[in-house]
């Protein structure tokens, strides 16, 4: 009861704001360019959105979402009503006795966990058999399948239902190497179709890929960052205004004034002394640093004074009309204006992904 009480009447100094209409519309976007079905990939804290946030506007507005691990899997089917969750990463075989399978799809990497997860528990088991068509990192490569799709066969409780695979360099303008690993997916499935196996779902792109791929099966799209509207492409891309003119960043981040400070000439500022007043100004103390938020290489990047801390960053608000409980945003919605994830990272090489994915899970992410 007071966890429950205190969740809702204490009023943090910092907030992220999840805008759910511009999320949705970000997902009916690539469904309707790609005419696929669109699973929004919720890992990472839905890429530091709030996994739970997310999976709340999400509910009732898509049939599947992606995640890394179950326990993020578990997260969203406690707060979904609807929602299968397809869960991409590794599962230790014995974990399979404890997993709730039945809204669950379990991407399963070899022969040898087909094995010991059947040891493990006789539960109705959906699987994603991932092919490796060239990232090199995860899947089997293609000579393997005939051993998996045999394995796969012997078990009576477990179900392909979906085949995928993942690009990896759909974010370059030249299609050469992806077009290359299409075509591999591609004749992979039509001889696991020949040989009975039905799958429901084809998934070979994330948002990078979603408007590039050109398979014969492909029929979902596993939307990462572009279900949070940032662009994942780079100018010179064919496909990048189109991305930019439609997609709308969700996040906004905004943090409390707790502090202003006089500074005369010569004053200096945080650690290091890396910042000296050459005048008098004044300054604002945000309660947030590389924590919460705010990487250490923004130190002294305008309007950031001095090194940024741990739970601190100082700004300069000579020129503001600002004080004390002021409301100021830290990351912008709009791509054009300075401090949004957009210019962070042309202007200053901070990237998207990682960026989003360190947000403090102690920020209060509410949405509107």
């Not at 085949?163 to 190497?177: C, E, G, K, S």
């Not at 650690?271 to 947030?288: I, Q, S, W």
């Not at 000579?318 to 204006?337: F, M, Q, W």
Request: glycine residues 6%; negative net charge; proline residues 4%.
């Amino acid at each position: 009861m007071f966890r429950k009480l205190f969740q809702k009447s204490y009023d943090t100094v910092n907030v992220i704001e999840v805008d759910s209409e511009r999320l949705l519309k970000n997902i009916n976007f690539f469904a309707e360019k790609s005419g696929q079905e669109v699973c929004p990939v919720l890992k990472s804290n839905a890429y530091g959105h709030g996994i739970e946030q997310v999976a709340s506007i999400i509910d009732g507005y898509v049939n599947l979402a992606a995640v890394d691990g179950y326990f993020e899997a578990n997260r969203i089917i406690k707060n979904t009503r609807g929602v299968h969750v397809i869960c991409m990463g590794y599962v230790k075989p014995e974990n399979f006795r404890h997993v709730d399978t039945r809204r669950v799809s379990f991407v399963v990497q070899s022969v040898d966990d087909l094995r010991a997860i059947a040891k493990c528990t006789g539960r109705n088991l959906k699987i994603h058999l991932e092919i490796n068509t060239g990232m090199n990192r995860m899947g089997l490569k293609p000579d393997e399948i005939d051993d998996y799709l045999r394995e796969l066969a012997c078990h009576d409780n477990f179900e392909l239902e979906g085949i995928m695979t993942h690009l990896a360099d759909a974010d370059n303008a030249d299609p050469t190497f992806t077009d290359r690993q299409v075509e591999i997916f591609d004749e992979c499935v039509d001889k696991i179709l020949d040989q009975g196996f039905a799958p429901k779902y084809f998934h070979i792109a994330a948002s990078a890929g979603a408007l590039k791929v050109k398979s014969r099966f492909a029929n979902l799209i596993r939307l990462g960052i572009g279900t949070y509207g940032i662009n994942p492409l780079t100018e010179g891309d064919p496909l990048y205004d189109i991305l930019q003119q439609n997609l709308r960043p969700t996040l906004t981040l905004k943090s409390t004034i707790i502090k202003t400070i006089d500074l005369k000439e010569g004053d200096s500022v945080s650690y290091g002394c890396t910042f000296t007043a050459e005048r008098p100004m004044r300054v604002a103390v945000l309660p947030l640093g590389y924590y919460e938020a705010i990487p250490r290489e923004l130190s002294g990047v305008s309007p950031i004074v001095g090194r940024v801390c741990m739970n601190h960053t100082i700004i300069d608000i000579t020129d503001k009309n600002l004080k004390t409980g002021s409301v100021v945003t830290v990351v912008s919605n709009n791509p054009n204006d300075f401090n949004s994830v957009n210019r962070l990272w042309r202007d200053h090489e901070i990237f998207p992904w990682d960026f989003l994915c360190k947000l403090s899970s102690d920020i209060r992410r509410r949405v509107v």
